[in-house]
């Protein structure tokens, strides 16, 4: 009888070993859009690598052509990064520096942060020159800082954006390591096709 019982209790072991989930491979969040090179095709608009997780895709509207990224860490509060691409970055002027100043009286103006003078740098994106502008905010009563770079680049007769903030404790260190993925982001982002308002004028 308890060779009998035995051989029933192996058994169902057996069968719940065939019936234990295995692991199952990472869901691509990009799915159809990952070209065999491993670029992401957006809406046939840009392509570029995404960050390695733990950066995640920020959900945004299905109309806004921004694309977003957030790291967030568990070191110390506040501890995330983002880096994104603004199609349409705060401002008007078509001028750098004029527009940088116009990004950065509207960039975070509710999270009550004071940010220090911008540092300036001349750069080049797609062929074109481009500006690199970095600074710090301080966020005096939360006693948060935040790490800021931004390039200003063009997209025809348009300017565009991308930008990267690290959000740590007053006292806290950066962590420079998501800084080099946001250049990294910014170095292989192509666009694919001419914008809208390119298209517009060419008609």
């Not at 990472?26 to 809406?43: E, N, Y």
């Not at 994106?125 to 710090?136: D, K, Q, V």
Request: hydrophobic share 40%; glycine share 4%; net charge negative.
């Amino acid at each position: 009888m308890m060779k009998r019982i035995s051989a029933v209790i192996v058994g169902l072991l057996v069968l719940a070993g065939c019936a234990a989930p295995q692991p199952s491979e990472p869901v691509d969040p990009f799915g159809s859009m990952r070209q065999p090179d491993g670029s992401v095709l957006w809406q046939q608009e840009y392509s570029f690598v995404p960050p390695e997780a733990p950066w995640q895709l920020i959900d945004l509207n299905e109309t806004d052509y921004s694309i977003a990224f957030m790291k967030t860490c568990r070191e110390s509060y506040p501890c995330q990064s983002t880096l994104a691409y603004a199609e349409e970055p705060f401002g008007y002027s078509m001028d750098f520096e004029q527009r940088q100043r116009e990004f950065f009286k509207r960039f975070l103006w509710a999270s009550r942060v004071n940010f220090a003078k911008a540092q300036l740098s001349k750069a080049e994106l797609f062929g074109e020159e481009a500006l690199i502008a970095r600074t710090e905010g301080v966020e005096p009563v939360l006693g948060h800082k935040v790490d800021v770079k931004v390039v200003f680049a063009r997209r025809g007769e348009r300017v565009v954006a991308f930008y990267y903030t690290q959000w740590r404790p007053a006292d806290g260190e950066y962590d420079k390591a998501d800084e080099k993925d946001f250049d990294q982001f910014v170095e292989q982002f192509h666009f694919e096709r001419p914008s809208f308002y390119q298209r517009l004028l060419s008609e």
